[in-house]
């Protein structure tokens, strides 16, 4: 790797850097922690290590990337932005349809665990005894579904 090579992922890194804070300040919401520690690796993939196209994006040989660190997604946004378009604009993460309301999905989570507890106050205990003791997995699976959905639907 030159010199060059390493000045543009340093430059790109830093862009990154810059683009998601303006995007999380944007939203108003978010944290820069999960984005942040893995913008040098996504800027060195980017830059020297994945074989992409901007312009081909969609070229069969490309390589692939898989993020399975949900919050390091603007990140990842960034990089694919600056990399394929040169967005410089920060990312506008409250234009989807709608935006939630934190005081809704709040209810919603209390209402939930509510509900949940309603569910194993209505566990048979004595029949997930019963299928524990026999090792039973899909009675117990049985148990537990037939206390979620109110009625006995499953028998075992």
């Not at 074989?51 to 390589?63: A, F, L, M, T, Y």
């Not at 029949?127 to 997995?137: G, I, K, M, V, Y």
């Not at 979620?148 to 499953?154: N, S, V």
Request: hydrophobic share 45%; glycine share 4%; proline share 3%.
């Amino acid at each position: 790797m030159t010199d060059a090579n390493i000045k543009e992922i340093a430059d790109l890194a830093r862009d990154v850097r810059l683009q998601v804070l303006q995007t999380i300040k944007n939203a108003g919401m978010g944290h820069i922690g999960g984005d942040f520690s893995v913008t040098d690796i996504l800027a060195t993939l980017f830059s020297a290590v994945l074989k992409v196209d901007p312009k081909n994006p969609n070229k069969e040989d490309r390589d692939r990337l898989i993020l399975s660190k949900g919050h390091a997604a603007v990140s990842l946004y960034s990089v694919l932005a600056l990399r394929s378009i040169n967005w410089s604009d920060p990312i506008l993460l409250d234009q989807f349809p709608f935006r939630e309301d934190p005081v809704r999905v709040l209810t919603r989570s209390i209402e939930i665990i509510k509900y949940l507890e309603e569910v194993c106050d209505r566990i048979d205990i004595t029949e997930l005894n019963q299928a524990r003791n026999a090792q039973d997995a899909l009675a117990a699976q049985a148990t537990i579904w037939n206390a979620l959905m109110k009625e006995k639907r499953f028998t075992r």
